[in-house]
């Protein structure tokens, strides 16, 4: 009998911020394939850090300020630093966001693969995800909440091989112009599944509580603007959201083949910035106004 061969060692690496109701979904969707995480909280004062301590593959560290001025520019900084001690020990590396569920049907078939091929980095085709309601505690996501909107603002570069690639990611995770030995999929399959539209309500307060972490640089910047919608704007936003969902689950949907957005590695295009992006997205959805589909 032969032995079953083992999954790809993966180290994960993510900021949390009062992250306490969204960390069963993320732990739930990760563990199967993540050995080891690194979280670094900015401070929660919920029951986000009981719930990290009480992990044994979970290292708890604070979130470090390079930026003294500029949550983003801090956010950045780490997300091109963090993982640099995974080199030599992980065969792959995720910086991600707690609310980021990279999801692929065979995820450490896929990576093994990748891994044979050659391939060193790992771009995800990404979707916002929306729901009706936030969630029962024991539910998967990407089960059971698969409606979401292709969108090339949650493309991003998630997962790569630390021994090869220097990420080099954009703000907030938007883009990347990947350094080193950058060898890519020929075709995208793995996705990123954006679960911060859960329900107006949870995205209101979230927006609440992301409003008072931005510091004098952010708002100079703009950075973080999409934390001021109106509630009227915020309801012509979900509008829209639910006007071009598709189901990522559905019969017939090929991710690859469907998910027609702009992708930052395959074109030389500059991609925008994520407030032109959130601008550009509610001004369509004042604009269309569409009933949900009956799933979500």
């Given amino acids: ?64 300020w390079s930026d003294p001025d500029s949550f983003v520019a801090s956010h950045r900084a780490l997300h091109n630093s963090c993982w640099g001690e995974s080199k030599g020990k992980a065969d792959w590396v995720v910086v991600t966001a707690i609310d980021e569920h990279l999801h692929h049907p065979d995820i450490q078939g896929y990576l093994r693969r990748c891994a044979a091929r050659g391939i060193t ?7 916002q995800m929306v729901t009706k309601d936030f969630p029962g505690p024991d539910e998967w996501l990407a089960k059971t909440r698969s409606w979401g909107v292709p969108m090339a603002a949650m493309s991003k570069l998630r997962l790569f091989d630390p021994a090869a690639v220097e990420p080099n990611i954009g703000i907030g995770g938007h883009g990347a112009l990947p350094g080193g030995r950058v ?71 090929v991710p690859w083949r469907d998910h027609r957005e702009p992708r930052f590695w395959r074109t030389e295009k500059k991609q925008r910035s994520l407030a032109q992006r959130i601008r550009r997205l509610v001004r369509k959805a004042w604009g269309r106004p569409a009933q949900p589909p009956t799933k979500g």
Avoid at 28 to 39: G, N, S
Avoid at 121 to 127: K, Q
């Fill in 1 to 64: 009998m032969s032995a079953r061969p083992r999954g790809p060692i993966v180290h994960l690496y993510a900021m949390c911020w009062n992250e306490a109701h969204l960390l069963p979904f993320f732990f739930r969707h990760y563990e199967p394939w993540v050995q080891r995480f690194v979280i670094y909280d900015n401070g929660s004062t919920d029951e986000t850090r009981a719930l990290l301590a009480a992990k044994p593959n979970v290292e708890l560290r604070e979130f470090p």
């Fill in 121 to 127: 980095c790992i771009p995800a085709l990404g979707y």
């Fill in 183 to 253: 060898v890519y999929p020929r075709r995208d399959e793995l996705l990123l599944l954006h679960y911060k539209d859960l329900g107006i309500d949870y995205r209101a307060g979230r927006d609440a509580l992301l409003r008072t972490g931005l510091r004098a640089g952010d708002r100079a910047r703009n950075w973080g603007n999409h934390y001021e919608m109106r509630p009227e704007h915020l309801q012509s936003y979900f509008d829209y959201l639910w006007a071009n969902a598709v189901d990522v689950r559905g019969r017939g949907y």
